[in-house]
């Protein structure tokens, strides 16, 4: 038996490292070495961007998460950045201070419209991949917007993860622009994909 249910903080370590595996190259290098820690303990803050309060878990065989979706609207963006900020300075010190303009890069090349639905993480453990979780997960992140009377809902995903890219296509989301980061001399390639919600 399949269940999505909104996830709560004893979800926070699965969380955490489905997250991760959704940016297994760029994340480390933006929050650096400590990356899970970090992960494991925004998951943990109401309020950040990462937070469980705005994750839903895919949860199969009575209780093991195989998945899960982080998602939120574009009103509540800017409060969830100011918040994810302060808990990055909490956690990480002056370090913080030192990847700032790392993290502005990614913020500015991120924006949210305040009418938009946005899909920030989704993702499956490798273990479970194939079996329609993905596709579920999207589904409901459209249910949710739809309830939530948004029209559009948008998501970034790296242009070398083929599989998601060809999902979300399939699911009717179409490519409206590319962003490029570099960051440690490294490339990283993301493509908006965004999808119009039937009434």
């Not at 920030?120 to 992140?141: C, I, P, T």
């Not at 001399?185 to 908006?192: M, S, Y």
Request: aromatic share 12%; hydrophobic share 45%.
């Amino acid at each position: 038996m399949e269940i999505i249910r909104k996830a709560e903080i004893s979800d926070a370590d699965v969380v955490a490292s489905l997250i991760l595996e959704t940016g297994r190259s760029f994340l480390p290098l933006l929050f650096g070495p400590y990356v899970k820690l970090i992960l494991g303990r925004l998951v943990k803050t109401p309020g950040t961007v990462f937070s469980f309060d705005s994750a839903y878990v895919l949860e199969i065989d009575e209780g093991k998460v195989v998945g899960i979706i982080v998602m939120f609207d574009g009103k509540t963006i800017r409060k969830r950045a100011l918040k994810t900020a302060f808990a990055l300075f909490q956690l990480m010190g002056f370090e913080f201070f030192k990847r700032l303009p790392l993290f502005r890069l990614v913020w500015q090349r991120n924006k949210i419209r305040n009418n938009e639905f946005y899909v920030s993480h989704v993702a499956v453990d490798k273990n479970y991949r194939g079996m329609g979780y993905g596709r579920k997960l999207m589904l409901f992140a459209e249910e949710v917007a739809k309830q939530r009377n948004f029209k559009k809902i948008c998501l970034d995903v790296e242009n070398t993860n083929i599989q998601a890219v060809e999902l979300y296509k399939r699911l009717g989301y179409v490519g409206t622009r590319v962003n490029r980061i570099n960051i440690k001399n490294v490339r990283f390639v993301f493509i908006r994909m965004e999808k119009v919600l039937a009434s």
